[in-house]
């Protein structure tokens, strides 16, 4: 409904704006024709010669007169017309050129506006990026304190796993050698018995 009666309003701007445009129109027109009828008067009169001697008389040379006087009237009612005309024109040649130079101007300041923000946003995006490359050499760092403390862990663990298969192997060994030396002192004395 608000849009129906912008609409409207619009449309009666627009049609007095027009009206005021026609009526201007049609009042220079009408002056001009006027002027040309008055014109043509003029030179009716001026041709007239209705003297005695063939020369215009009294009650022409006043018919001439008041003829370019109503010539000259007209023609100052078609330059204040002009006038007028040309200052609306001016007038709202210079409201266009206002408007024009305010949208100029708003456009300008909205690509400084927009350009400040993709640089603001920019600034952004090399400060995370900054962050995260700070972050990936944290990282890569911790990796490698952790890479070399699992092996340096692992290390000490090898080295005790290896030294704890040697020394079971050894007890092993030297279980196994108790076991056949016990046999082997075990052996002679049964074989000596035997033979007693």
Not at 58 to 82: F, Q, R
Not at 115 to 141: C, F, G, P, T, Y
Request: charged share 30%.
């Amino acid at each position: 409904m608000k849009k129906f009666m912008a609409l409207v309003v619009c449309c009666f701007i627009y049609s007095g704006i027009w009206a005021q445009q026609t009526a201007q129109e049609s009042k220079l027109s009408k002056l001009i024709s006027e002027r040309e009828q008055l014109v043509l008067q003029y030179q009716y009169y001026n041709q007239q010669n209705s003297n005695f001697w063939g020369k215009k008389s009294k009650k022409d040379l006043l018919a001439i007169v008041e003829t370019l006087k109503k010539i000259i009237n007209t023609d100052t009612e078609l330059i204040a017309a002009v006038k007028e005309t040309s200052i609306k024109k001016i007038a709202e040649n210079s409201v266009k050129e206002d408007r024009v130079h305010r949208q100029a101007l708003q456009a300008l300041q909205d690509q400084r506006l927009i350009k400040d923000r993709i640089s603001n946003l920019q600034n952004q995006v090399a400060a995370m990026e900054n962050q995260v490359n700070l972050r990936e050499r944290k990282v890569k760092d911790m990796e490698v304190q952790l890479a070399e403390r699992e092996d340096a862990l692992y290390g000490k663990d090898k080295v005790i796993t290896v030294l704890a298969v040697a020394a079971v192997l050894f007890l092993i060994y030297s279980i196994i050698l108790q076991v056949r030396l016990s046999k082997a002192k075990a052996k002679p004395h049964k074989k000596t018995r035997k033979t007693t």
